[in-house]
């Protein structure tokens, strides 16, 4: 069974910076995709960033540039290092992991953590 654990939220000003975790624990690396999503109440979850088993990252537009997904494997933990914050990434941030995905497809991943509030203020 895949268990994921988010930490690292936090509230920060406009153009500071945050480093999200995800530990994991029961996944098999060897295929399939890891992912960032957030989400804003009364809003559908949207992809952010994914990385792939073979290291192929995806990111949405939004965040292109700003944001920098890795994956530690010596320490089952995906990383989502955010700069230059904008009022507009406020969201609950969720890490998801599935064999069969790849890319930022919301339908594609059936294992998610719990959720990590990042608040950012202007």
């Known amino acids: 069974q895949v268990q994921l654990q988010e930490s690292g939220g936090g509230s920060v000003q406009s153009g500071g910076s945050l480093r999200l975790s995800c530990v994991a624990s029961?996944?098999?690396?060897?295929?399939?995709?890891m992912a960032w999503f957030r989400q804003v109440a009364g809003k559908e979850r949207e992809g952010v960033a994914a990385?792939?088993?073979?290291?192929?990252?995806s990111y949405d537009v939004s965040v292109k540039g700003r944001f920098t997904i890795s994956l530690d494997r010596a320490k089952n933990t995906l990383y989502l290092q955010m700069n230059s914050l904008k009022p507009e990434d406020t969201a609950m941030y969720y890490c998801?992991?599935?064999?069969?995905?790849?890319?930022?497809?919301?339908?594609?991943?059936?294992?998610w953590g719990q959720g990590t509030q990042v608040t950012v203020s202007s």
């Open positions: 029961g996944y098999d690396y060897s295929g399939g995709s």
């Open positions: 998801a992991a599935d064999q069969r995905a790849h890319g930022i497809g919301l339908y594609e991943y059936n294992n």
């Open positions: 990385i792939d088993f073979d290291d192929y990252t």
